[in-house]
């Protein structure tokens, strides 16, 4: 199975800022890897499909990259209403997701 | 637009069975690969089972394999989840959850609870 390893859980940062969310895989996954955001009390909407792929409707401030192991969320300049936990998910084999990283506001 | 409504959820004991329901509307219900994610309370999400456009293939996490049956009617645009020997460790929400490149469309969600 594929494990996931999802750094940092917690993470504070001040609006305006350039927040990065890091993603290991145990092994390649190939770029089959999304990002979601969950809020509190409400269903996870996914962000960014196949490691740079935006989903519609969503910000140009979120970008995924990535290749191998290795992926990123970055979000350009924080907003408020990005307030929330963010996943990472690999659809290579079967599917894992990340722990999480809660992002809040310092 | 996209709609995906659970039912079915509830307070259970241990080693009872429950089996979840997921309407569709507003797509092609059997154009899909469709499936059921849980999240345990203050935890992360783990997937459960996917289950191919017309039910043929279905594929389960370690965690429910042999307990938990994936289905799905598509005459009716719904996706079934039947649980059997329900677990503590199985309390959680559970989503259905529509996939194109993963997991695209969620539901709100349905609560299964699980205590003696």
């Known amino acids: 199975d594929i494990q996931m390893t999802q750094s940092p859980s917690f993470l504070s940062a001040t609006v305006g800022d350039r927040v990065t969310i890091n993603c290991k895989a145990s092994q390649n996954i190939n770029k089959y890897l999304n990002w979601y955001q969950q809020k509190l009390g409400e269903v996870p909407k996914r962000l960014i499909y196949n490691t740079n792929s935006l989903q519609t409707g969503i910000p140009s401030r979120f970008s995924g990259s990535g290749s191998g192991t290795d992926y990123t969320l970055t979000i350009s300049s924080l907003q408020p209403e990005d307030v929330a936990t963010y996943f990472c998910l690999q659809h290579k084999s079967g599917y894992t997701f990340g722990a999480g990283t809660k992002l809040e506001l310092k | 637009e996209v709609r995906l409504v659970e039912s079915g959820g509830g307070l259970l004991q241990p080693g009872r069975s429950l089996k979840l329901s997921c309407a569709a509307s507003?797509?092609?219900?059997?154009?899909?690969?469709m499936a059921w994610v849980r999240q345990a309370p203050t935890k992360g999400l783990e997937w459960v089972a996917y289950i191919s456009y017309d039910g043929g293939s279905t594929y389960y996490g370690d965690s429910v394999r042999g307990r938990f049956t994936i289905s799905r009617d598509n005459a009716k645009s719904t996706l079934y989840l039947q649980m059997n020997s329900l677990r503590s460790e199985d309390m959680a929400t559970y989503y259905c959850a529509r996939l194109r490149y993963a997991m695209d469309a969620w539901g709100q969600g349905t609560s299964v609870t699980v205590s003696s």
């Open positions: 507003g797509f092609t219900f059997s154009d899909y690969y």
